[in-house]
């Protein structure tokens, strides 16, 4: 690219003239700071400053401020405040390139708009007046300077004398950018860039950021950790007090569909405090529960903010030292006795965040007065400090410019790229650091340096400094040890092993390590899943325990109650489906238990003892429960626990409210190692109840929301066997099970290859479990013909095309059948005892490796990729890949 002339070397250019002319109020700044003789007035100017000094001589007065001009307007039009602020920077926008706006407004209300803003004394109407030959500020100058006219717009060059020095922005030679820093996402950007800054030298640095992008956030928050000061413009819109009152008024307008976890954060800014667990709940259902004083006090101003003035609403949320800003605002725009409305709220915001001229008192803190500069990629050309971080440099460091028609797109691309090629160039240091990956893909460069450096084939950073100057990862210094002081607890660097795992996170474990460690560190809410789940639970345990209530009551008295419960996390919109839902969950729980052997099931357990109560008990008065209910089993020797559902004799029974899973869906979560799903719930169950009671055991999932339509029909639409998914624990080892001629694998066979393959069954077992090693490929492809030759053989048939044809499918459908330990029928699936130990033995294993890794780190292993994962947001991992789809999700 073109070499850029210094601040420095400008300066001595123009050393000499008696006022310097640029559109570049930084530079101007700068230039005026190295004057070093006596001087009336300032040396450097930029249009906009003269046109101000000079518009009383002008117009005959001073120019009117943004607040005025929208008021002004909209008196004259009755357009409201959004719509004509709207429309006054198009016409602004358009001005700066051509000097009639509206031969590019199409339609009456922007042209009258225009013609009552022309009509207006403003800076627009001083700089399209301005003559230099009339002012005697021009007439005392006898040199005058123009600094990057090329840079100036339509109404900047109105400010050009007919006699000037014209200095240009660039001297003889080239400049290339000898090293670029790929680092990583925008975080570790930032963290790296904040390191190089010493607090007590902020002022020698500036920071080259998209201001009103996430890298924005992301370098003031390490600023703020390290205690870096930085310049800061306080607007109102900066204001927290502003912020919080404009966004509580949005929330109240909503209140009916405010969730939790939407206004937990502003009330505990106002001192009022919701619980964290009820995130997912709409407020205006939950109130009954919350405790705190001034949350039930702002829900309820919330609840009555239509019938409040945007005044009395300060009043009654806005502490007492915050009311002063509130209220100049509220005074400015006219909004304090005017009764809350959806229009006027949204009103009140945009002139917040788009109107500039907007007063408050607040005292900007002394650390954000000075320090480093963040200046705006977009903006800035001339940064007066001797070391520069560009950071981030993407796509977002081009401005837009289609769909403006009245924009000649070649010269406003010449235009930026002079702009960019200097500002690369500012500071006598200079840093460029920008991302790895972004979005997944490698980070791409701003697509200006295609016109700057005359190369259209840029297309990654490399491109631009070679891959010798690509420096990739942070220059961050590993910190030195702290040693121990008297008084300090260090952390244990021995693995505690005498926790257990619960089948929840043992799952998320064999996902991924990494999950498994946010699992334990960040609080999942409830959410509509888990709620619904939660009260089928609930009903069913009633139902089991109290059915003569059930009977006497009826569903309809228990739905109601439930349904009141679940609309809190639901909506209204939901509610006719909800029900729905509801019914049919608590008519499968019940037509289920009514085939439940209850002798055995006593009443021995106290519910109000419970970390969480049955809700429907405690309405109805009942204190006990039956300890076959949520009834909980650890092995310690395994490193497992598990909370049943239900568990009567050896039969376990889980209630699942979700999508239904096919047997053979269940199995190859259990057993294929690529898979995005895992759930290890029915061996770990099993193992865990065969560990204490021994013999056959079994675990049925009853979906207790499968097959809804058929369940609308009424008792005859479906049989409640077909919800149920039946896994049985065989006290047999594998071998000796699969042996046997009852094995229910064979179901899958043909009608014409299962008799045969019962009748020859022990022959062609032995066959099949000398090859067992090699069942993984034969699924994936075919069984060898050797092997199928053999089978043909054991089954007494010819060998020829025919019969190979008939028996190569049967056979690897018989080993699929047997995947993984297990025999896989077509109503159930069996897992013999030696694949239960193989599973504890697992799990033990796990355990070992996950105590290990408390002390170390947890390593993100993602089998089947990212992609679904519940903590990508919080993970740095960036090596996402895509593995395998369930079958039945």
């Known amino acids: 690219m073109r070499r850029a002339k210094g601040i420095d070397a400008l300066y001595e250019e123009v050393r000499d003239c008696d006022m310097v002319i640029t559109n570049d109020a930084p530079l101007a700044t700068a230039l005026d700071a190295r004057v070093d003789r006596a001087m009336l007035g300032g040396f450097a100017r930029t249009p906009r400053q003269i046109a101000a000094e000079e518009a009383v001589r002008v117009l005959g007065r001073g120019v009117m401020g943004d607040l005025g001009i929208i008021a002004a307007i909209a008196d004259e039009t009755g ?4 719509y004509v602020h709207g429309e006054l920077e198009n016409i602004r926008t358009i001005r700066r390139y051509r000097e009639n706006p509206g031969d590019f407004l199409y339609t009456d209300s922007a042209r009258e708009v225009l013609r009552s803003f022309e009509a207006l004394p403003t800076i627009e109407k001083v700089m399209a007046a301005y003559d230099p030959s009339e002012s005697l500020l021009f007439k005392s100058k006898k040199r005058v300077a123009v600094i990057g006219l090329d840079l100036f717009d339509d109404l900047d060059k109105h400010f050009v ?3 000037f020095v014209d200095v240009d922005m660039f001297e003889a030679g080239e400049y290339a950018i000898g090293t670029i820093h790929q680092i990583g996402n925008d975080r570790q950007i930032a963290d790296a860039v904040v390191d190089l800054i010493d607090a007590e030298a902020a002022e020698d640095f500036a920071v080259v950021i998209d201001t009103e992008g996430p890298i924005a956030d992301a370098v003031r928050s390490a600023l703020y950790r390290k205690g870096v000061p930085f310049k800061n413009l306080m607007a109102v819109k900066d204001l927290a007090q502003i912020r919080d009152y404009l966004r509580f ?10 969730r939790v976890r939407q206004a937990r954060e502003l009330f505990s800014n106002y001192g009022g405090y919701l619980r964290p667990d009820l995130d997912a709940y709409l407020l205006s259902k939950i109130l009954p529960r919350v405790r705190d004083e001034t949350a039930v006090g702002l829900a309820a101003v919330m609840r009555d903010v239509r019938s409040l003035t945007f005044g009395e609403v300060m009043e ?4 007492p030292q915050q009311r002063p800003q509130v209220r100049i605002l509220l005074d400015e725009l006219a909004m304090t006795g005017r009764k809350v409305t959806a229009a006027l709220v949204g009103e009140t915001a945009y002139a917040v965040n788009n109107v500039a001229d907007l007063h408050h008192n607040e005292q900007t803190p002394d650390d954000e007065r000075r320090g480093v500069l963040l200046a705006d990629c977009n903006r800035s050309v001339y940064i007066d400090r001797p070391a520069v971080i560009f950071a981030g440099i993407g796509p977002e460091w081009s401005p837009a410019i289609t769909g403006r028609e009245y924009i000649d797109r070649e010269a406003e691309a010449e235009k930026d790229a002079l702009r960019f090629t200097v500002l690369m160039q500012q500071g006598c240091v200079r840093i460029y650091a920008v991302n790895l990956i972004r979005e997944g893909r490698p980070a791409r460069p701003c697509p200006t340096f295609k016109r700057v450096c005359a190369d259209s084939g840029i297309e990654v950073f490399g491109d631009i400094c070679g891959e010798a100057g690509l420096a990739r990862g942070t220059w961050l210094a590993e910190a030195e040890p702290v040693p121990a002081s008297v008084g300090r607890t260090e952390a244990v660097e021995e693995p505690d092993e005498g926790w257990l795992f619960s089948k929840s996170s043992y799952n998320r474990f064999r996902q991924c390590p990494r999950a498994y460690m946010f699992g334990d560190l960040v609080r999942t809410p409830d959410s509509e899943h888990t709620v619904f789940g939660s009260v089928v639970h609930e009903f069913a345990e009633f139902q089991l325990c109290y059915p003569e209530l059930v009977d006497a009551k009826g569903v309809g008295h228990y739905l109601d109650l439930i349904e009141d419960r679940y609309s809190g996390i639901s909506c209204e919109q939901m509610r006719p489906l909800d029900r729905t839902e509801l019914l049919v969950s608590m008519d499968s729980t019940i037509r289920y238990l009514d085939r439940v052997d209850r002798a055995g099931i006593g009443l021995d357990r106290r519910n109000a003892d419970r970390r969480y109560p049955n809700e429907l008990m405690a309405a109805e008065g009942c204190e006990m429960y039956s300890g076959a209910t949520e009834h909980t089993l650890s092995s310690a020797p395994d490193r497992m626990t598990g909370n049943f559902d239900l568990v009567v004799g050896n039969t376990i029974a889980d209630y699942k409210t979700g999508k239904a899973v096919s047997l053979k869906g269940i199995r190859d979560r259990m057993v294929r190692p690529r898979q995005r799903y895992v759930e290890f719930q029915p061996l770990f169950y099993l193992a865990l109840l065969h560990r204490e009671r021994g013999g056959d055991c079994v675990f049925e999932q009853v979906y207790v929301r499968d097959r809804v339509l058929e369940a609308l029909e009424g008792p005859a639409g479906r049989r409640i066997e077909d919800g149920i998914r039946r896994i049985e624990l065989v006290d047999r080892d594998f071998d000796a099970y699969v042996r046997d001629d009852g094995n229910p694998g064979l179901d899958w066979l043909s009608s014409r290859m299962r008799p045969l393959f019962l009748e020859h069954w022990p022959a062609v077992a032995d066959l099949l479990l000398e090859h067992r090693e090699d069942w993984s490929d034969w699924v994936a492809g075919d069984p060898p013909e050797a092997v199928v030759g053999a089978a043909i053989a054991a089954l007494g048939l010819r060998d020829n095309a025919t019969n190979r044809k008939a028996v190569r499918p049967a056979v690897k459908k018989a080993v ?25 033995e697992r799990v033990a294993a796990d355990h070992r490796l996950a105590s290990a890794m408390a002390v170390t780190a947890f390593p993100p292993r993602p089998p089947a990729g990212c992609r679904g994962c519940a903590y990508t947001r919080a993970c740095t991992f960036a090596g996402v890949t895509d593995g395998e789809d ?3 999700e």
């Open 886 to 888: 369930d079958e039945d």
């Open 79 to 82: 357009f409201d405040f959004k």
């Open 161 to 163: 004398p007919a006699d």
């Open 316 to 319: 009654a949320v806005v502490h």
């Open 816 to 840: 699929d059948s047997m995947a993984g330990g297990m025999v896989l029928g077509r109503n159930v699936l069996v897992i013999p005892r030696d694949t239960v130990a193989d599973f504890r």
């Open 249 to 258: 008024l949005e929330l109240a307008l909503g209140f009916d569909t405010l």
